[in-house]
T-cell receptor, first 113, second 111 residues
Framework: AQSVTQPDIHITVSEGASLELRCNYS??????LFWYVQSPGQGLQLLLK??????LVQGIKGFEAEFKRSQSSFNLRKPSVHWSDAAEYFC???????????FGTGTRLKVLA | DADVTQTPRNRITKTGKRIMLECSQT?????MYWYRQDPGLGLRLIYY???????NKGEISDGYSVSRQAQAKFSLSLESAIPNQTALYFC??????????FGPGTRLTVT
């Protein structure tokens, strides 16, 4: 079955520390992969996406993610977290030829000053 | 101006009432979607539309209906609202299976 797993429901990091949010997927087709961020009271905003090519992709706000086909993972990273990064982060998968995006259940990030 | 707008932003209604949530987009995309978000469940697809004449059920369409009035407008209706439809509702658009653009959401409470 197609699925996206974000194993960490909550993560707390100190400002300035590095961050890695995990995303694993199960998808029969070649996936298109996305990370979105949702700030309180806001809709979802795209951080970055992977369709093909270089497996390390850069996004907005200093985020990057690495696609590892062998591990079915697409983890999100940031070298130094800012207090404004506190939000909920969603990993999503889609595929060419389908209508459907599958979203993970989200990881809520808290940043300590 | 925002690419995807939703009205209302907040709504409290009573059980059994009919309610409509509206979505408009200026992206010029053919594909539009309605999702609901519940804590711990992520986003679940209610309906999606590839164009004005192509409307399809998503994974949780029971109790909901939609109307695609124009390429830019996609409305979600709850014919007879019930408390477990209390949730945050999002409209989104996309070009193919690319990035989705989300509206700001409508927080619906059914009492």
């Amino acid at each position: 079955a197609q699925s996206v797993t974000q194993p960490d429901i909550h993560i707390t990091v100190s400002e300035g520390a590095s961050l890695e949010l995990r995303c694993n997927y199960s998808y029969g087709a070649t996936p298109y992969l996305f990370w979105y961020v949702q700030s309180p009271g806001q809709g979802l905003q795209l951080l970055l996406k992977y369709f093909s090519g270089d497996t390390l992709v850069q996004g907005i706000k200093g985020f990057e993610a690495e696609f590892k086909r062998s591990q079915s993972s697409f983890n999100l990273r940031k070298p130094s977290v800012h207090w404004s990064d506190a939000a909920e982060y969603f990993c999503a998968v889609g595929a060419q030829g389908t209508y459907k995006y599958i979203f993970g259940t989200g990881t809520r990030l808290k940043v300590l000053a | 101006d925002a690419d995807v707008t939703q009205t209302p932003r907040n709504r409290i209604t009573k059980t059994g009432k009919r309610i409509m949530l509206e979505c408009s987009q200026t992206k010029g995309h053919d594909r539009m979607y309605w999702y609901r978000q519940d804590p711990g469940l992520g986003l679940r697809l209610i309906y999606y539309s590839f164009d004005v004449k192509d409307i399809n059920k998503g994974e949780i369409s029971d109790g909901y209906s939609v109307s695609r009035q124009a390429q830019a407008k996609f409305s979600l209706s709850l014919e007879s609202a019930i408390p477990n439809q209390t949730a945050l509702y999002f409209c989104a658009t996309s070009e193919g299976v690319g990035e989705q653009y989300f509206g700001p959401g409508t927080r619906l409470t059914v009492t």
